[in-house]
Each structure stands twice: as structure tokens, then as C-alpha cells.
């Protein structure tokens, strides 16, 4: 019998919510951005609460509870073992990954991504003055799988000083095998490109998959990565601006920590700190409901395709809460969609052109919601799909 409540629906209008307050249309109905619309664990909520009881909210001291939270935590559930001496603290993950692209590079300098990819990456490596090279992941068959020819092509390029990987990937669902990732980082070594890897949905996984920490694989691979990870996706806790990023080698990380404190975000709260802990610690039960409900909303979520919208390809997914659409067939670009959506049908998705899906027209769906917000949002879009 489930301990904890998916199902309930919790209002969320006038809570200063980015995802329900951010549009002046009050009848919209937000399925876009990644954050979920549970109450996060009540371990959490409770140990907010005592540091709340306190009462006085100074500048906070990183205590060893919370390196051991982290480290036991990625230990146990993804078989990693850090050391406290690798982590760094800072605000969130792409304050982190900005961080990392500018400790590791000079304006001018060349980052590789894989795109379609999370849109944040875009203007990280905009903003340190950096060029991004595009290996563009190959769309087949629902799912999509890495052109490693190109991949070689592009990472020996002198220019091409850092990887930045999305492990497991955003928009496209998967997560890479460990075949995968260390054939990317193998290619990487050759050339000498750093490996900065994004995991923060690593703990968002479906049942038959499995997330593998890229720098988990080899001694190597630790040496010249640097790894960005949070509990924000995992336990719905993003406003609390808590993030960590793991770098092993002593230069590299001197550099990584130079960065974080120039973009100043080296200072963090005692609401992230206190939540990060009790997450890692006491957060797991409720953690292992949250991936069976989300995985009972992918199912119910192809099945209502496969009813209502036969005509649309809903790509794989292997990790996250995030749903990624082929909507070719309607002949329109994805942005198109996405404005006629929330004009038509008071409906809010993300078009596929933002993460860099410029061949074709996708869409993004967050299922990180009670199941009957998930359905009346999928019979809008099946509304609009079919003319209604």
C-alpha cells in the first residue's frame, strides 16, 4: 500500500511559482518547466521545519553531515563513491556548470554538446565567451543514439577544450549505457577535452534502466572530469538553491573553486543545506514511490498516445519526468505549436527549437503531476492534435 500521495492536487496558484504564477493567464495549465507538482518528502519538510523553530538563519557552516549525506548517498543508490576533499558546494547546477566552463576554458575556446539538450548549456557557454560545437545526436526508430564519428570529428578539434555531457539527457530520455559513455570518454581522453557532465536527474530513472556516473568508470575518466549533481530534481526542492559539483584532481578543482567564487555563488543557505541532508538521509521510501508513480504516468501517458493520438511518436524514455513528442506530422514548427497550444487550448509545453531541435517538431511534457492534471493536459493536446 503506498505511504505517500501522488494523486493529491495541491494548489499551487499564488505561491510565487515560476511554473503556475509566471503567466498572467490564471486558467493556464503549465506543463513545462522541469519541476514536479508533488509536496516534496515530509522528512524534509520536517527537518525545514525544526531549522525554521530555530529562528535565527545566519551564515552557514557546511558541516561534515552534510558530505557524508552526499557521499553515502551516491554510494548506495549509483555505486559511486566520492571523497569529501573532490566536492564543491555552490547554488545550483548551472551556476555550476557555468563555473566549470570557466575554469576550464579562455574566451574563444570551443564546448561540445549534444543537442537537442537542455537550454541552460546554450547560454553558459554564451556568457564565458565560449563557442559551442554541435554533436548532434541521431533521431530513429522513437529514440535517439550518438553519431560517434562525428563525435571524433568534433572533439579533435584543437578549439574543442570541454564536453559538456547531460547524464541522463535532457530533452531526448535517455539514460547512456556505460558502453556509451565510455566510448565518449574515451574519444575525450584521446584529445584531451574535459568531460563536464551534468547528472542532476540521475536518480530520476525508469525500471529497466540504469544511471551510470560517467566518471564512475575509469580512473581516468575521474581525473578529468568534473561531475554537477543536486537533490532539487530528485525531491522537488529547486528554490532552495542547493547543488554540488565533484572534481577529483587537485588542479582542476583549485580552478573549478577559483570560478565558483569570481561568479560568486559560493555561499549557500541553511535551507539547502538542512534539505539536502535529510533528503539523502531519510528521503528514499519516499523517493522509490515517486519513480513507480511517474513510471504508471509514462504508461498511462503512451497509452492515451496510442488511443487519442496515434500520429505522434512519444520518444523513449529511459529517465527523468520529462516527455519528449514527435509532432512532425501536424507540419508546423514546434513553436508554433507550443503558442497555438496556449492560445487555443490554455496549455503550456515546451517547443522542441529551445533545446536546439531545429529538424524537427518536438514537444516537451512534464508528467511530474497528479495523474488526472497529466490526462486533462494530454485531452487538450489530443483536443488541438485533432482539431477539436
Known amino acids: 500500500m503506498a505511504k505517500f500521495d501522488f494523486d ?58 552534510y558530505y557524508d549525506a552526499l557521499i553515502n548517498w551516491f554510494d548506495r543508490r549509483h555505486g559511486w563513491r566520492m571523497r569529501r576533499e573532490w566536492i564543491i558546494y555552490t547554488t545550483g547546477v548551472v551556476p555550476a556548470v557555468s563555473a566549470v566552463i570557466k575554469a576550464m576554458t579562455s574566451p574563444g575556446d570551443k564546448v561540445l554538446v549534444q543537442t537537442p539538450v537542455y537550454n541552460c548549456f546554450f547560454s553558459s557557454i554564451r556568457n564565458n565567451g565560449c563557442v559551442m560545437e554541435d554533436n548532434k545526436l541521431v533521431y530513429h526508430d522513437g529514440t535517439y543514439t550518438v553519431d560517434f564519428d562525428d563525435f571524433e570529428r568534433k572533439a579533435s578539434d584543437p578549439a574543442v577544450k570541454v564536453f559538456l555531457l547531460c547524464n541522463p539527457h535532457n530533452p531526448a530520455g535517455r539514460a547512456w549505457t556505460p558502453d556509451e559513455l565510455k566510448r565518449m570518454g574515451d574519444i575525450c581522453m584521446k584529445h584531451g577535452v574535459f568531460v563536464l557532465s551534468d547528472e542532476i536527474h540521475c536518480d530520476i530513472v525508469m525500471p529497466g534502466y540504469k544511471y551510470t556516473p560517467f566518471a564512475s568508470l575509469s580512473d581516468e575518466f575521474l581525473q578529468h572530469s568534473a561531475t554537477c549533481t543536486a537533490p532539487t530534481k530528485t525531491f522537488n526542492i529547486a528554490g532552495l538553491q542547493i547543488a554540488n559539483i565533484t572534481v577529483a584532481d587537485k588542479d582542476a578543482r583549485q580552478r573549478v573553486d577559483r570560478a565558483i567564487n569570481i561568479n560568486e555563488v559560493c555561499d549557500v543557505g541553511p535551507m539547502g543545506v538542512t534539505a539536502l541532508q535529510a533528503a539523502y538521509n531519510h528521503g528514499e521510501e519516499w523517493l522509490e514511490e515517486l519513480l513507480e508513480y511517474l513510471h504508471g504516468n509514462y504508461e498511462c501517458l503512451k497509452e492515451f498516445f496510442s488511443e487519442n493520438m496515434p500520429q505522434l511518436t512519444v520518444t523513449k524514455l529511459e529517465a527523468t519526468y520529462l516527455v519528449w513528442v514527435d509532432c512532425s506530422v501536424l507540419g508546423k514548427p514546434s513553436t508554433t505549436i507550443v503558442e497555438e497550444l496556449k492560445e487555443q487550448k490554455e496549455l503550456w509545453l515546451n517547443d522542441g527549437e529551445m533545446y536546439g531541435e531545429k529538424d524537427n517538431p518536438f514537444v516537451r511534457i512534464n508528467i511530474a503531476c497528479p495523474r488526472s492534471v497529466m490526462l486533462k493536459g494530454l485531452q487538450l493536446f489530443a483536443d488541438y492534435v485533432n482539431g477539436k
Open 8 to 65: 493529491e492536487i495541491v494548489n499551487r496558484r499564488g505561491t510565487g511559482s515560476e511554473k503556475w504564477d509566471g503567466d498572467a493567464t490564471a486558467d493556464l495549465l503549465p506543463m513545462w518547466v522541469a519541476d514536479m507538482d508533488f509536496r516534496t518528502s515530509p522528512a524534509i519538510i520536517e527537518a525545514l521545519r525544526k531549522r525554521v523553530d530555530h529562528g535565527i538563519f545566519g551564515y552557514e557552516h557546511v558541516s561534515d553531515g
